[in-house]
């Protein structure tokens, strides 16, 4: 009967010995700073200060790319749909890394185009790899697909503010497609054909 009560209390304190190792933290890891949203955000929100926070995370755990200060992220633009809650990194925002990371070719160009038929914007989702075709009104000789295998990267959200017809369509493309979509969204009518 002693051996029973003793076996009881033997495993009662190691039990209780495995509960406090596994919540204690482990002296090697280190917390870090990372910039989350406060809410969830809409493809094209400038951020404000009311939209982000920090919180710390395991460092084992940090994307690369990470933003680690709110004021890196103030002010910068989503190019899609964020929850609250989720880590912002350089990809997440437009800009230069965002292309890069959307085509690694290194010449990679985001360009903004305005459709012809601006319901089609609402079928478009970052990722979707279309074609870019000028439907050019007065010479159809110069009609026709103006670039391949352009990346959505954003598409600007209706409403607050911006009509259908004002929404634009980001796509990430190589320089020299990228020229030539510019130059042509200048004059002539564009839609692109999804892949």
Do not use: C, F, H, K
């Not at 039990?15 to 280190?30: F, H, K, M, W």
């Not at 609250?84 to 360009?111: K, M, N």
């Amino acid at each position: 009967m002693r051996s029973s009560a003793a076996r009881r209390i033997l495993a009662a304190a190691l039990v209780g010995l495995a509960v406090v190792s596994a919540y204690r933290t482990d002296p090697s890891r280190t917390e870090v700073p990372v910039v989350v949203t406060a809410t969830d955000v809409a493809p094209g929100t400038s951020l404000t200060a009311a939209d982000v926070t920090v919180t710390r995370v395991d460092s084992s755990l940090l994307a690369d790319g990470t933003l680690r200060s709110v004021d890196d992220a103030v002010g910068r633009t989503v190019a899609g749909p964020v929850r609250s809650g989720e880590a912002l990194t350089d990809v997440r925002l437009l800009g230069p890394r965002l292309a890069s990371a959307t085509l690694p070719s290194g010449d990679a160009r985001i360009v903004p185009i305005r459709l012809a038929d601006p319901e089609l914007a609402q079928l478009l989702r970052a990722g979707d790899v279309v074609d870019v075709v000028r439907a050019a009104p007065d010479d159809t000789s110069s009609s026709g697909v103006i670039a391949e295998s352009a990346t959505v990267v954003m598409v600007s959200a209706p409403g607050s503010g911006v009509s259908r017809r004002d929404q634009l369509v980001l796509v990430a493309l190589r320089a020299d497609d990228a020229s030539a979509v510019a130059a042509a969204s200048l004059s002539d009518a564009l839609t692109v054909l999804l892949r």
